[in-house]
T-cell receptor, first 116, second 115 residues
Framework: AQSVSQHNHHVILSEAASLELGCNYS??????LFWYVQYPGQHLQLLLK??????LVKGIKGFEAEFIKSKFSFNLRKPSVQWSDTAEYFC??????????????FGRGTQLTVWP | DVKVTQSSRYLVKRTGEKVFLECVQD?????MFWYRQDPGLGLRLIYF???????EKGDIPEGYSVSREKKERFSLILESASTNQTSMYLC??????????????FGNGTRLTVT
């Protein structure tokens, strides 16, 4: 079965620190990859996605993620975090083809807390 | 902007009650999903629907059923609520089947407490 691993459950940073959140998935075929963010009290929203082309994708609010196929990874990065980045971040994967018809598999989430 | 509306933000029900959670989307999306979100467990798929009157079990369908009589509405039913179904329930929609790279659009969630 498809699985998505997020290595960090809770990350605490000071403002201006750099961020990297790890995400690994288990499926060996072609995948589409997503990062979603949930700010306190708000609904989940898309941060960025990868489905083909340049493995370095840029999202909203200065976030980027790099797809490394050989490592089955899709790590999220931001060079300088802000207090407003405090949120829970979810990595998600779907198969680009196959019998699961686009089911999205989510990781367990990483809570990011940024101190001002 | 796509709007996914869940009828209740907070709900408190008693053990054994039949519970209906409603979700409506306004963008003619074909695919709709129900997840539950629990701390440390992330999002787990309960049921999904690729189109009207279609439904598929997700990873944790036990104790739940769904109904999709109209394209815009996807209902989650707890046949007999139990305390272990206390959770945050998230509805999501997506444009169409096969749109694997299209993102999900989420509602604000319904926090259900079963006492």
């Amino acid at each position: 079965a498809q699985s998505v691993s997020q290595h960090n459950h809770h990350v605490i940073l000071s403002e201006a620190a750099s961020l990297e959140l790890g995400c690994n998935y288990s499926y060996g075929g072609t995948v589409n990859l997503f990062w979603y963010v949930q700010y306190p009290g708000q609904h989940l929203q898309l941060l960025l996605k990868y489905f083909s082309g340049d493995p370095l994708v840029k999202g909203i609010k200065g976030f980027e993620a790099e797809f490394i196929k050989s490592k089955f990874s899709f790590n999220l990065r931001k060079p300088s975090v802000q207090w407003s980045d405090t949120a829970e971040y979810f990595c998600a994967v779907t198969r680009a083809r196959g019998s699961t018809l686009g089911r999205l598999y989510f990781g367990r989430g990483t809570q990011l807390t940024v101190w001002p | 902007d796509v709007k996914v509306t869940q009828s209740s933000r907070y709900l408190v029900k008693r053990t054994g009650e039949k519970v209906f959670l409603e979700c409506v989307q306004d963008m003619d999306h074909e695919n709709m999903f129900w997840y539950r979100q629990d701390p440390g467990l992330g999002l787990r798929l309960i049921y999904f629907s690729y189109d009207v009157k279609m439904k598929e079990k997700g990873d944790i369908p036990e104790g739940y059923s769904v109904s999709r009589e109209k394209k815009e509405r996807f209902s989650l039913i707890l046949e007999s609520a139990s305390t272990n179904q206390t959770s945050m329930y998230l509805c999501a929609s997506r444009l169409r089947a096969g749109s694997y790279n299209s993102p999900l659009h989420f509602g604000n969630g319904t926090r259900l407490t079963v006492t």
